[in-house]
């Protein structure tokens, strides 16, 4: 299994550009997450899926898109870059029920630089 | 909106002590995961407490989860350089999370040979 992928591992983009950050599993999961890294703040929620059409809001949402059209894969789209967006993007997974036990499964995360 | 507030952001000790890590919240959380990540990699989970009161121990780390369930401790008992790295809390709320974690800000440790 190769877990959690995502691509780009980098990318700059300019202020207004679009982009779309790609993450698949093959774990089988359902639900799946997106979370954004920045200095001293731990990592915050910004869409999250708990199957495949069903999408739904977390903590920082505003300036993304998402759609979950497989089981495996759930992307990530900016729809107008801003220098707000420059972070880390980590995408996980992990299997439904057994909520309090359940290990999230990270991939390897996505550095952007917005300019 | 539940916080978790981590402490200390910055912990640079020498290789043989001993630290503590802190995540505490004015919220209650039916469970509370600690997370290492390493440079360029996501994070990877530690533990995951459940029960108030609960202790955990991985070799040489201790995992306590307080008695209300609003506070947790990750306990290094002499730290090696391996153990550098960025360690994470995260709470889960009650009731089906749907895999929603609220994450405490991070602890950036640095073990000095």
């Known amino acids: 299994n190769a877990g959690v992928t995502q691509t780009p591992k980098f990318q700059v983009l300019k202020t207004g550009q679009s982009m779309t950050l790609q993450c698949a599993q093959d774990m089988n999961h359902e639900y799946m997450s997106w979370y954004r890294q920045d200095p001293g703040m731990g990592l915050r929620l910004i869409h999250y899926?708990?199957?495949?059409?069903?999408?739904d809001q977390g903590e920082v949402p505003n300036g993304y898109n998402v759609s979950r059209s497989t089981t495996e894969d759930f992307p990530l789209r900016l729809l107008s870059a801003a220098p707000s967006q420059t972070s880390v993007y980590f995408c996980?997974?992990?299997?439904?029920?057994?909520?309090?036990?359940?290990?999230?499964?990270f991939g390897p995360g996505t550095r952007l630089t917005v300019l | 909106t539940q916080l978790l507030e981590q402490s200390p952001q910055f912990l640079s000790i020498q290789e043989g002590e001993n630290l503590t890590v802190y995540c505490n919240s004015s919220?209650?959380?039916?469970?509370l995961q600690w997370y290492r990540q390493e440079p360029g990699e996501g994070p990877v989970l530690l533990v995951t407490v459940v029960t108030g009161g609960e202790v955990k121990k991985l070799k040489r780390l201790t995992f306590q989860f307080g008695d209300a369930r609003k506070d947790s401790s990750l306990h290094i008992t002499a730290a090696q350089p391996g153990d550098t790295g960025l360690y994470l809390c995260?709470?889960?709320?009650?009731?089906?999370?749907?895999?929603?974690?609220?994450f405490g800000q991070g602890t950036i440790l640095t073990v000095h040979p």
């Open positions: 996980a997974s992990r299997p439904q029920g057994g909520d309090l036990y359940n290990e999230q499964f």
């Open positions: 899926s708990v199957g495949a059409g069903i999408t």
């Open positions: 919220s209650v959380f039916s469970s």
């Open positions: 995260a709470g889960a709320a009650g009731g089906t999370s749907y895999g929603k974690l609220t």
